[in-house]
């Protein structure tokens, strides 16, 4: 199938995101399609709050570029980006956040020691799924 | 003469932040007399932004653009021309309507006004 893919997050975003920029997707992004996925600022200290699940970096928008690619449907089923659209007060996508901050970030595997063990089997599993579904694609591709 | 003050304030998830002037030197305004502009931007979507001065109200929550840079003049603009006089307190609140940490990028611009105030 074909979808887009965020050049910087990897994410994928439905066929129509283009089509659709504006009226689904991308609302308040501008006139030019870019990526609406979330991206991780470390550069700027952990917001505090009194809520311990919702302590972590801030977050942006990336406005990255977006290129059209071919890839496996059960690819894009487990890669795809959670669009802005359908999670406007951030709940699902914060929580996607913070776990990816567990995992890259020092300070914050320091703070959650419980949280980034399951995290990180989870990440272990999820690369060695979409490793497998790539190279299954890319033989099937080649043959 | 105009004085700028800029800065970027990292909002927890669905916190509020009373005035991201607090500690800066120009919260309170300088001149006799001085016309404001204020500029912002957010991360993402999801932040309100509300401009008080002397303790009187120029906009009400105002939704935030959300380009994630620092503001650019003048399109970033969310208010401008609203009139100070000296030692009044400048506050920007900010809200953040999400789940989610957000960064809010924020510029205030102070500009002596050629006037004369009387009382």
Redesign the interface.
């Known amino acids: 199938m074909f979808a887009f893919r965020c050049a910087r997050t990897g994410l994928y975003f439905p066929a129509d995101y283009v089509e659709q920029w504006g009226r689904k997707y991308g609302?308040?992004?501008g006139i030019r399609p870019v990526s609406e996925a979330?991206i991780n600022?470390y550069l700027?200290?952990?917001?505090?709050?009194r809520?311990q699940n919702?302590?972590?970096?801030?977050?942006?928008?990336?406005?990255s570029q977006v290129d059209l690619v071919q890839i496996p449907e059960e690819e894009f089923r487990i890669n795809q980006a959670i669009p802005?659209e359908g999670d406007?007060?951030?709940?699902r996508?914060?929580?996607v956040?913070?776990e990816r901050q567990i995992l890259h970030d020092p300070a914050m595997r320091n703070a959650f020691p419980d949280e980034y063990k399951s995290i990180f089997e989870r990440d272990e599993e999820h690369k060695a799924r979409v490793k497998e579904i790539r190279t299954r694609f890319q033989s099937a591709y080649m043959a | 003469m105009v004085v700028t003050m800029q800065g970027l304030e990292a909002v927890a998830a669905n916190t509020t932040v009373q005035n991201v002037l607090t500690g800066v030197r120009y919260e309170r305004s300088p001149f006799t007399a001085a016309l404001g502009a204020l500029y912002s931007c957010g991360s993402a979507a999801g932040l309100t932004a509300e401009l008080n001065v002397g303790g009187q109200s120029v906009t009400p929550p105002t939704n935030v653009n959300t380009q994630n840079r620092y503001p650019v003049v003048p399109d970033d603009v969310l208010v401008s021309q609203w009139e100070v006089l000296e030692g009044r307190l400048i506050q920007v609140t900010v809200v953040n309507t999400t789940g989610g940490a957000l960064n809010f990028f924020w510029r205030v611009d102070l500009e002596e006004a050629d006037v004369q105030v009387v009382g």
Do not use: F, N, S
Request: glycine share 6%; proline share 6%.
């Open positions: 609302k308040g992004l979330l600022d700027t200290p952990v917001a505090h709050c809520d919702r302590v972590m970096h801030p977050v942006g928008q990336c406005y802005m406007t007060l951030m709940e996508r914060a929580v956040m913070r």
